[in-house]
């Protein structure tokens, strides 16, 4: 890989690191935050877009690097380390799940399945922690919430995923030199 490579990979990680935060932030401060109907705790937003396409566009380092700035702003913004590394747990486990499906099955549908799958089974785990020992949620009912947070995380990571996909698609098309 020559340099200028290595430099177009910093430099969109830095920008797609950027449009988090911004998204982030506007999206807090906005109120436009979608909040899930049966859990309303739990919001939709469209900080995974950019990690999605960081990871289409320069690879799995560039959305993991881009996840983790990701944690940090939310951390900086609200102070909530455990809200801040939630976010980060959802979206390296839906980009790892990407990649593993990507390299392993070859089709972008099962990259997707894969992507969703690890979501989903990674985000169950971290609520059945999260809930009863940070938020002195009941076991019983942290395990009877496991189907709708399982829902939103299936329709969260489709919308990062296929949003990213989309963009993903759109600068293939556009700017051919730019995407692998």
Do not use: C, H
């Not at 911004?22 to 909040?35: A, E, H, M, N, Q």
Request: glycine share 10%; no cysteine; hydrophobic share 50%.
């Amino acid at each position: 890989m020559g340099q200028e490579n290595k430099s177009v990979r910093l430099t969109g990680t830095a920008i797609l690191a950027a449009l988090v935060i911004v998204f982030d932030y506007t999206l807090k401060f906005s109120g436009l935050k979608i909040p899930f109907p049966w859990y309303p705790v739990l919001k939709f937003d469209f900080t995974g877009v950019p990690i999605a396409l960081s990871l289409f566009l320069y690879g799995f380092p560039s959305s993991a690097t881009t996840s983790i700035v990701a944690g940090i702003g939310i951390m900086a913004r609200s102070g909530d380390p455990i809200s801040a590394s939630i976010k980060v747990a959802a979206e390296l486990s839906t980009i790892f799940g990407l990649f593993i499906g990507d390299k392993f099955g070859g089709s972008k549908y099962i990259a997707w399945g894969a992507g969703l799958a690890s979501r989903v089974l990674v985000m169950s785990a971290v609520n059945l922690y999260v809930l009863p020992n940070i938020y002195r949620v009941p076991m019983e009912a942290a395990i009877g919430l496991l189907p709708l947070i399982g829902v939103f995380n299936l329709l969260q990571g489709a919308i990062t995923i296929g949003l990213g996909r989309f963009l993903y698609e759109a600068v293939q098309s556009r700017l051919p030199r730019w995407a692998p």
